[in-house]
């Protein structure tokens, strides 16, 4: 089975903060994704990488940046955290066009 | 623009069928997603439609028309523990496995 692991189920952090959020997975996959997901918004694509040390932006990138140094690692950082990005995070990973799999998430609370 | 609209909660008894739909307008369309989301859990596959027709797999079933931008989750013998979100997602056209999702549909399950 693919295991995705996110660094932390529960995380709070101050404003003015920078955030750094982890994602392994054990597939050798080489596309990862990070989401936020809202209520009333669903889940949103803030950035995905199909490569390592390649990255795209997603529909709202503002105010996050990624990176992808080893294939299994992508990690999302808020580089000053607001309390706007409060929020369930999600990441994910896929092999070329096959299902996505999610991690169990980081919600995230910026105090 | 890139619209996916589904209801946003619905009832049903147990051992019932129901069927939430999913109508999806976008730029591009290379197949699409359900995914199951119990509160608190990372979304897990269910399902993956990418021509017309309906694709059956035990209880649950889910039918495509993309001439009409359309697609519906069917479950057959509702469980308790089907209470979840129903999360329908559209893969886009380009080459990448990018999904764009819609906000879930949450159901109830009622004895």
């Known amino acids: 089975d693919v295991k995705v692991t996110q660094s932390s189920r529960y995380l709070v952090k101050r404003t003015g903060e920078k955030v750094f959020l982890e994602c392994v997975q054990d597939?050798?996959?080489?596309?990862m994704f990070w989401y936020r997901q809202d209520p009333g918004l669903g889940l949103r694509l803030i950035y995905f990488?199909?490569?390592?040390?390649?990255?795209e932006k997603g529909d709202i990138p503002e105010g996050y940046s990624v990176s992808r140094e080893k294939k299994e690692r992508f990690s999302l950082i808020l580089e000053s955290a607001s309390t706007n990005q409060t929020s369930m995070y999600l990441c994910?990973?896929?092999?070329?066009?096959?299902?996505?799999?999610f991690g169990d998430g980081t919600r995230l609370s910026i105090l | 623009g890139q619209n996916i609209d589904q209801p946003t909660e619905m009832t049903a008894t147990e051992g019932a069928i129901v069927q939430i739909n999913c109508t999806y307008q976008?730029?591009?369309?290379?197949?699409l997603f359900w995914y199951q989301q119990h509160a608190g859990e990372a979304p897990t596959f269910l399902s993956y439609?990418?021509?017309?027709g309906l694709e059956e797999k035990g209880r649950f079933s889910s039918f495509l028309s993309r001439s009409k931008g359309y697609s519906y989750l069917l479950l057959k013998e509702l469980q308790m523990k089907d209470s979840a979100s129903y999360l329908c997602?559209?893969?886009?056209?380009?080459?990448?496995?990018?999904?764009?999702f819609g906000t879930g549909t949450l159901l109830a399950v009622q004895p």
């Open positions: 439609n990418v021509l017309d």
């Open positions: 997602a559209v893969r886009d056209g380009g080459a990448t496995n990018k999904l764009i």
């Open positions: 990488s199909y490569d390592v040390k390649m990255k």
């Open positions: 597939m050798d996959h080489e596309n």
């Open positions: 994910a990973s896929s092999l070329g066009v096959q299902p996505q799999h």
């Open positions: 976008t730029s591009g369309f290379n197949g």
